[in-house]
């Protein structure tokens, strides 16, 4: 069967690293007519427009993309383009699994964990007033009203909303997904002794969604920030990990991290009827058309694509094939180095070459 996907090339190191996953995966056999669209900065500049209409439209249409990373400039200017996309199509669940193949450069190895992040809400949701407007000050001193304490003059506010409702489909997502992946146990991280009425909601929700699995997936619970040193300290107690959305952005990170860097850290937003796949890094915009860096992050998330649109098989041989190509340690881009500046480290182009020769 022939599949039409989407493909947004996206900004800075995207287009190369997007092109390298589309190859290894056409290189599998599997049929894909891609419909090409683009967002971003090359959006603004051709089209006047960093999410232009039919990207999202285009989506809806195929159901599957496959996305390369889109700049955000931090602090000002526009919003991320990533976060519309994922809130235009209700892409509710980021799942990053975090692996570490033989032959990475890591301090650990054996680590096999999963990041199911709450995609669509808590401080991403993009309500936000700034400091020293008039909506901002009326804001404050109804709040002030409301909560009986003072904020400080001149503060900024961005809003936290965490809903039974999103709470409830994450972690439902959460099991089933354990279940279909045969995972044991998962951890919900929260800070839900600071913050009563949002982490608390989510943790509450999850202990009772939780109920339904007992004696099938095992449930736990750990502050975030304990989580933060466990995973340094012992990763390999974990199984999958259970967030709301800012604490699964920045636990992301610290996994990427764990298994050897962002070059390596693959991910998916899914929907109720939709994927969006992409790396967990962003668009690394000094190494742009330098043929430097790791398609690996892009590649396996072609893998989670091909898995997603039932092409187990392709999605097993191409995942081998990476594997192969990290343990021989002979192909791989600089990250893999001990030195980042070792001259036998290959290109993206010439590391995705063979990834398909192990084909
Ligand atoms: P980044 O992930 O782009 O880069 C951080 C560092 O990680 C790089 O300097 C590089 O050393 C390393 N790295 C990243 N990708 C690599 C790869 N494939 N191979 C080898 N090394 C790699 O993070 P940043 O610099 O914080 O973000 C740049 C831009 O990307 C920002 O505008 C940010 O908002 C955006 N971003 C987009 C997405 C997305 O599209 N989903 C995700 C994260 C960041």
Redesign the pocket.
């Given at each position: 069967m022939k599949h039409k996907i989407t493909l947004i090339p996206?900004?800075?190191?995207?287009p190369e690293?997007t092109d390298a996953a589309k190859m290894c995966i056409e290189a599998t056999g599997v049929k894909i007519e891609w419909e090409e669209v683009i967002a971003?900065l090359s959006a603004k500049e051709k089209f006047g427009e960093l999410l232009p209409e039919n990207v999202i439209e285009s989506i809806k249409r195929n159901k599957v993309a496959l996305?390369?990373?889109?700049?955000?400039?931090?602090g000002e200017g526009f919003r991320?383009?990533?976060v519309a996309i994922r809130h235009a199509l209700d892409l509710y669940a980021c799942v990053r699994p975090a692996k570490t193949y033989p032959g990475v450069k890591s301090f650990y190895k054996d680590i096999d964990l999963v990041i199911v992040r709450e995609n669509s809400e808590d401080l991403y949701s993009g309500i936000e007033f700034e400091e020293g407007q008039s909506a901002t000050k009326k804001l404050i001193s109804q709040i002030e009203k409301a909560s009986k304490k003072k904020i400080r003059p001149g503060s900024g506010i961005s809003i936290k909303p965490i809903s039974k409702f999103a709470t409830e489909r994450i972690v439902r997502f959460a099991f089933e997904y354990a279940l279909e992946f045969k995972r044991k146990k998962i951890t919900c991280v929260t800070k839900a002794n600071i913050m009563k009425f949002t982490d608390g909601l989510f943790l509450k929700t999850a202990r009772e969604v939780a109920k339904k699995y007992v004696g099938k997936i095992i449930f736990e619970e750990m502050l975030v920030d304990n989580m933060s040193m466990q995973l340094v300290q012992k990763p390999n107690n974990y199984d999958i990990l259970l967030l709301p959305n800012l604490y699964g952005d920045i636990l992301s990170?610290l996994c990427a991290g764990l298994i050897g860097?962002?070059?390596?850290a693959p991910?998916a937003n899914i929907g109720d009827n939709m994927g969006v796949f992409?790396?967990?890094?962003?668009?690394?915009?000094?190494?742009k058309g330098l043929n430097?860096?790791?398609?690996?992050?892009?590649v396996l998330s072609g893998v989670l694509m091909l898995r997603y649109i039932k092409e187990d098989k392709s999605a097993e041989r191409l995942e081998d094939a990476v594997k192969k190509v990290i343990a021989e340690g002979k192909s791989v881009?600089?990250?893999f180095k001990a030195d980042p500046n070792d001259p036998n480290a290959v290109g993206?182009k010439e590391m995705t070459n063979a990834i398909i020769s192990k084909l």
């Open positions: 996206g900004d800075g190191i995207g690293v971003g996305k390369g990373p889109i700049v955000t400039p931090i991320s383009v990533n990170d860097g962002l070059g390596i991910g992409e790396a967990v890094h962003g668009s690394a915009q000094k190494y430097k860096v790791n398609p690996t992050a892009m881009t600089y990250d993206t």
